[in-house]
């Protein structure tokens, strides 16, 4: 089930050593294109989506969020007609505050090419998350596997495969 609303959303508590600006943005880059740090002021002005899917528990929750693409739409990623050609060989490599990195290809994160709506949360059942695993998560409905939801996130940044 997929709930688009909007509204606005509370700053969370800072990661031990770093500024509340620190702890609640996250970096995000397009090769050629200037970059920028979205925090929780930034995405309280964008369509706020809610998800009711299972965590690697199989227990269902609700996360409140912003569509991945949303966010990068930010810095000029190309969607919907843009996202053909030699745009298709681009990625997103998402990075956490523990190191930990997954890929994405832009299909996979474009509602032209698929129904599924992959979010960058920020609250779990209404509830932030907390500082060791926040300030925000990637949750990827209907995934067999976890391992691409990604706590903790830092950067989002976006590739080109071409060679």
């Not at 509204?7 to 397009?30: E, F, I, K, N």
């Not at 990075?95 to 997954?102: I, L, M, T």
């Amino acid at each position: 089930m997929i709930c688009v609303c909007i509204g606005w959303l509370l700053p969370g508590a800072p990661v031990w050593g770093q500024t509340p600006d620190q702890a609640s943005s996250v970096h995000v880059q397009h090769e050629g294109f200037p970059s920028v740090d979205l925090g929780i002021p930034d995405l309280a002005g964008m369509r706020k989506i809610e998800i009711r899917a299972k965590d690697h528990e199989e227990k269902e929750h609700s996360y409140t969020g912003v569509a991945l693409s949303d966010v990068l739409k930010k810095v000029g990623v190309p969607f919907g007609t843009q996202l053909r050609g030699g745009n298709m060989t681009q990625y997103l490599l998402v990075g956490s505050s523990d190191g930990y990195q997954v890929i994405f290809a832009l299909p996979e994160l474009d509602s032209t090419f698929t129904d599924r709506t992959i979010l960058l949360a920020y609250t779990s059942d209404g509830q932030r998350f907390p500082a060791n695993k926040g300030p925000f998560q990637i949750i990827v409905p209907g995934e067999r596997k976890h391992a691409r939801w990604i706590w903790g996130v830092k950067n989002l940044v976006v590739k080109s495969g071409k060679q």
